[in-house]
């Protein structure tokens, strides 16, 4: 796995003893919970058409990754709205 240098400094700082890690409170681990638990929170349900082309093609790679197609469909779109899909045109 490659590190940034700021990853590394820690990394070092936390090898050599420079840095510890300190035990997280009750509160803190309640607040990670409830982020992580948002995070993967699916709550909006939406209906779409396609080609059935499209939808051929999605099934086929769903399958292929060993996936249900809905979470196919669901991480394209996630995936694009945080940037890491962009078109081809630009």
Same mark, same amino acid.
């Given at each position: 796995? %490659?590190?940034?240098?700021?990853?590394? !400094? @820690?990394?070092?700082?936390? =090898?050599? *003893?420079k840095?510890t890690l300190?035990?997280?409170?009750?509160? !803190?681990?309640e607040? @990670? %919970?409830?982020?992580?638990?948002?995070? $993967? %929170?699916k =709550?909006?349900?939406?209906?779409?058409?396609?080609? !059935?082309? =499209? $939808?051929i093609?999605?099934q %086929?790679k769903a399958?292929?990754?060993?996936v249900?197609?809905q979470t196919?469909?669901? *991480? @394209?779109i996630?995936?694009? @709205?945080?940037?890491?899909?962009?078109s081809?045109?630009g």
């Amino acid at each position: 796995m %490659k590190y940034d240098p700021e990853e590394k !400094e @820690i990394i070092e700082a936390y =090898d050599t *003893g420079k840095m510890t890690l300190s035990k997280a409170s009750r509160e !803190e681990l309640e607040a @990670i %919970k409830a982020a992580a638990s948002n995070t $993967f %929170k699916k =709550d909006k349900r939406v209906t779409i058409r396609l080609y !059935e082309h =499209d $939808f051929i093609g999605i099934q %086929k790679k769903a399958l292929q990754m060993g996936v249900p197609y809905q979470t196919l469909i669901s *991480g @394209i779109i996630h995936r694009y @709205i945080e940037g890491d899909l962009t078109s081809k045109n630009g």
